[in-house]
Structure formats: structure tokens, C-alpha cells
């Protein structure tokens, strides 16, 4: 199996190298409006950003930002598959501006910009970034009433485009193969995540001041959310692609991937990662089929044993959907002709 993982250097929104209705998956996550690291960038969009701020006028400035992402929303209507998902990792800013200090509800304007297109909203996913400064709280200390919460949370808004789900035809091997486990789909489908930080991140420790320097997400999130809503042969779309951890996880989970990004400088980043991408998609796999084989020994101790046998590997399963599940590790990778990304060849997971 083959895939294909683009970047286009440019500006999302016009996402002209993109056709109508090409992509199955949006998994992405913007530059968060009112969070100072992104000041600077809205204002490029749109200079009247700069003068707000600069006049004090927070609201003006919140609203004038997310303008700037609406035309990405737009695009993202045109090229997404019907019944095709978008998941959209974003966090709420808090700022004081003009000496008064309040929440700005990023969610809330994201939620309501793709309802207003006709996107479903689905039930969404929190997740927890827990801020590790002894200096987080805010506000007046140990008296009432002004002191402020500390957000510690973001979160994943999932769409689909459209009132119907996507069909495949009976018995689609690419759909089955992509099945992920029992146990996985309790954790997955849960719509508190805490456990995202420690999961796949260790694996990647070199990028760890990177990540706070562009924002980057931990690459479970991209890795969840592409198992959850894909299946292999599908396309994944990311239009704020910035260091590539969507076209990373969409490569370690066996997906074609697209990615539009601003900065340039960010496919050098990407360069460095696609090495790592054959040796992360296996320790992947194979942390996944262990974590499967600790659970069912979990089971056996209690004395329930699961009910079926994997096709493809050595182990029971607890439901007939799991049975075809099977891992890809990759196995090449080249650059593409054209020069604007790469191409990787996938094998089953070879065991140890
Ligand atoms: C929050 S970061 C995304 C980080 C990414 N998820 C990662 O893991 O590296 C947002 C990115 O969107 C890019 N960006 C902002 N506006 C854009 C636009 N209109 N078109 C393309 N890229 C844009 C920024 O340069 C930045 O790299």
C-alpha cells in the first residue's frame, strides 16, 4: 500500500490546489485568537487587528480574528466529502485588554462558524493541558471574589459535513482493517481525555521545545482522532499544518495526508520527522497490540475470556468488528517528483 503526504506552502484560505469533495478528514488546529503568539500573524491578515489591540478594543480585535479564519471554514466545506469529519483542536485565550480582564470563547465562535455552514456538530472531546506553574492562578489570591480560573483544558469540536454519515460498500477491507480495539474505542470515545501528554509523546522527547515554540499538538491527538474517523485509503486534511504532526500521525496510521502552511520554514521541521516516520509507526503498531495483550490478560484474570480470534495476529478479540484489524509500519519513503512532499510505501506490522 502506498501513500501520499503533500504541503503546500500558501495561504488556507483558498485552498486552490485542493479539489471539491477530495478530502474524508480535517484534523487541525488554528492559530487561537486573542493568544498573544498569534498577534502578530493577524495582523499581517488584516492590519485593522493591530489597530484594535493596539486601541484596547478586545472584542473588536476577537471578532476581526476570527474573520481570518472563516475563509478557511468555507474551504473546508467545499472539500471535504459528505458525511466527511472535521475535528478542530482549539483553546479558549484569557487577556487583559485595556486593564480588564476576560475569557475569549474561541470554542464558541468555531462551534457556531461551521453550524452556520452546515456542519453537524458531534459531540466534542476535552482534553487536558495542565499548566505546571506554582504561578498559574490568577487574580487576588486567597480572598473572594476576583480571583479567575485557570484554563488547563482545549478542545477537539468534531463536524461532519452534512446530515449523512459516509457509506462504504459491504465488507470494505479497508474499513475493517482500520478497526481499532475494544478496549481502544472505551478510551478513544471518551469525551474526557487525560492521558493525551504521556501517550506517544515520549516517543518524539527531541521535539519537546519545538512543540512550545510553534504550538505544535502531541501527536496523539492527530493519531486518535485519524484512527477514530478514517479508514486507510482516505485523505487527511490539515490547513495549519505548521510542523506536520497530522501528515506525521496520517503516516504512521497508513492515511494520505495534505497540509497547507504560511511559514516555509516549517517543511525543514517536517524533513527532520519523516525520518523517524518508518521506526514511530512501528513501536506504534506494536504498542498497541501489547497494550491489547495486557488487557486480555487483564480479562483472563477476572475469568472472562474475549469472545473471538484476530485474523492477522495472535490474539482474541472482544467483538466480530475487531477481528480484520491490522497494523501498517512504513516500510520506504521518498520525496515526490514534484517536490512538495513525499511518498511512502506501508507493510503489515512485522512482528518482533
Ligand atoms: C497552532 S499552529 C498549528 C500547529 C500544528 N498543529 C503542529 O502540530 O505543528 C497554526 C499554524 O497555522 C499557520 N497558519 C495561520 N494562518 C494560516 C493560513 N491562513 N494559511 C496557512 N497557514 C496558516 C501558522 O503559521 C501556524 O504554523
Redesign the pocket.
Known amino acids: 500500500m502506498e501513500t501520499t503526504h503533500r504541503v503546500v506552502v500558501?495561504?488556507?484560505?483558498e485552498l486552490s490546489q485542493v479539489d471539491d469533495d477530495s478530502v474524508e478528514l480535517v484534523v487541525?488546529?488554528?492559530?487561537?485568537p486573542m493568544i498573544e503568539m498569534w498577534d502578530e500573524?493577524f495582523a499581517e491578515?488584516d492590519p485593522s487587528i493591530g489597530d484594535a489591540l493596539q486601541d484596547g478594543d478586545g472584542r473588536a480585535a476577537f471578532d476581526a480574528m476570527h474573520a481570518?479564519l472563516e475563509p478557511?471554514w468555507d474551504e473546508l466545506e467545499r472539500v471535504l466529502v459528505d458525511g466527511g469529519i472535521a475535528c478542530i483542536?482549539v483553546g479558549d485565550a484569557t487577556r487583559t485588554v485595556d486593564g480588564s480582564f476576560r475569557v475569549y470563547p474561541n470554542h464558541a465562535r468555531v462551534l457556531e462558524a461551521f453550524e452556520s455552514r452546515g456542519f453537524d456538530p458531534l459531540p466534542d472531546v476535552l482534553w487536558r493541558k495542565p499548566a505546571n506553574s506554582a504561578a498559574k492562578f490568577m487574580g487576588s489570591g486567597m480572598i473572594p471574589p476576583n480571583a479567575y480560573v485557570t484554563l488547563e483544558h482545549e478542545y477537539v469540536l468534531i463536524f461532519r459535513n452534512g446530515d449523512d454519515s459516509r457509506s462504504f460498500e459491504p465488507g470494505a477491507d479497508r474499513r475493517y482493517e482500520a478497526a481499532y480495539f475494544w478496549e481502544e474505542r472505551n478510551r478513544w470515545f471518551t469525551d474526557v481525555w487525560t492521558d493525551v501528554r504521556g501517550e506517544l509523546q515520549a516517543l518524539e522527547d527531541d521535539h519537546e521545545e519545538l512543540r512550545a515554540r510553534?504550538?505544535?499538538?502531541p501527536l496523539e491527538i492527530p493519531y486518535r482522532l485519524i484512527c477514530m474517523y478514517s479508514a486507510y485509503g482516505d485523505t487527511v486534511l490539515?490547513?495549519?499544518?505548521?510542523?506536520?504532526?497530522?501528515s506525521l500521525a496520517a503516516l504512521c496510521a497508513g492515511r494520505n495526508s495534505i497540509g497547507?502552511?504560511?511559514?516555509e520554514a516549517?517543511r525543514e521541521v517536517f524533513a527532520d520527522r519523516v525520518e523517524s516516520a518508518s521506526a514511530l509507526s512501528r513501536t506504534i503498531g506494536r504498542r498497541r497490540l501489547e497494550r491489547h495483550r495486557e488487557f486480555v490478560e487483564g480479562r483472563r484474570a477476572e475469568g472472562e475470556e474475549p469472545s473471538y480470534d484476530a485474523v492477522h495476529y495472535e490474539t482474541p478479540v472482544m467483538t466480530k468488528m475487531e477481528r480484520e484489524i491490522r497494523f501498517r509500519e512504513v516500510s520506504g519513503i521518498d520525496t515526490l517528483e514534484s517536490d512538495d512532499g513525499y511518498r511512502a510505501v506501508h507493510e503489515p506490522l512485522a512482528l518482533e
Open positions: 500558501g495561504d488556507a484560505r487541525t488546529s488554528p492559530p487561537y500573524l491578515l481570518q478557511v483542536n510553534s504550538a505544535a499538538y490539515d490547513p495549519f499544518w505548521g510542523t506536520g504532526t497530522t497547507y502552511e504560511l511559514e516549517f
